[in-house]
């Protein structure tokens, strides 16, 4: 299977402990992005890369979230010190270029459930 | 900022049509964009209209969009119950930004047998 691949699927955590979720994009994307999408909602941005770059950050991605995409290929996003709040399906995209004129690519999501 | 709307259910007969709607504000999307999402699964792109096209027909599936209204509408001709799924309506801007998409709420299909 060549398309976006998210590890784990899904998490079951307690308040207050780290998690860290994985995506491994479609072969050469250079873009990358991470939506988050709760019950009954549709996805909402949270961050993307160009290559290695991280451009953009939404205001929903609060300190005690990181992401990295360290060679321009997978990327990790990293929740600290996690809230009940968090509980979600976080998405992972990408595109081939970037630019209103790419594609976007989702994977399966990994579900998080704090507790 | 952008908006995207959509009605939150639609029930239809296995072998009707099923239309799906939406309206979006930015006068600036160049792309519209449909993902069909299966329980506990992610996103499939189903289809996209470039916003310079008012139809694209794909096998079952036709799009139309009104881009003097901003509504774009998602036609399956002979729904079947394999189609009962959360239809999401995407838009994606012009300008800068992330330059992503920008979702509504989803439309919960519902086939009666």
């Known amino acids: 299977d060549t398309g976006v691949s998210q590890d784990p699927r899904h998490k079951i955590t307690k308040r207050g402990q780290n998690v860290t979720f994985r995506c491994d994009p479609i072969?050469?994307?250079?873009?990358l992005y991470w939506y988050r999408q709760t019950l009954g909602q549709g996805p909402e941005f949270l961050t993307y890369?160009?290559?290695?770059?991280?451009?953009?950050k939404s205001r929903l991605l609060s300190d005690r979230f990181s992401a990295e995409r360290p060679k321009g290929s997978f990327s990790t996003l990293e929740i600290q010190r996690t809230e009940q709040g968090d509980s979600a399906m976080y998405l992972c995209?990408?595109?081939?270029?970037?630019?209103?004129?790419?594609?976007?690519?989702f994977g399966e999501g990994s579900w998080l459930t704090v507790v | 900022g952008e908006d995207v709307e959509q009605s939150l259910f639609l029930s239809v007969r296995e072998g009707d049509s099923s239309v799906i709607n939406c309206t979006y504000t930015?006068?600036?999307?160049?792309?519209l964009y449909w993902y069909k999402q299966e329980p506990g699964a992610g996103l499939q792109l189903l289809t996209y209209?470039?916003?310079?096209?008012d139809m694209k027909q794909d096998q079952r599936l036709t799009v139309l969009l009104n881009k003097k209204d901003k509504h774009l509408s998602l036609r399956i001709a002979d729904t079947q119950t394999g189609d009962s799924a959360i239809y999401f309506c995407?838009?994606?801007?012009?300008?800068?930004?992330?330059?992503?998409?920008?979702f509504g709420k989803g439309t919960h299909l519902i086939i009666q047998p």
């Open positions: 072969s050469e994307h250079n873009r």
């Open positions: 995209a990408s595109s081939p270029r970037g630019g209103a004129f790419d594609t976007i690519y």
């Open positions: 209209i470039f916003s310079n096209m």
């Open positions: 930015d006068s600036s999307s160049t792309y």
């Open positions: 995407a838009e994606r801007g012009a300008g800068g930004g992330a330059d992503g998409l920008t």
């Open positions: 890369f160009q290559n290695e770059a991280q451009l953009e």
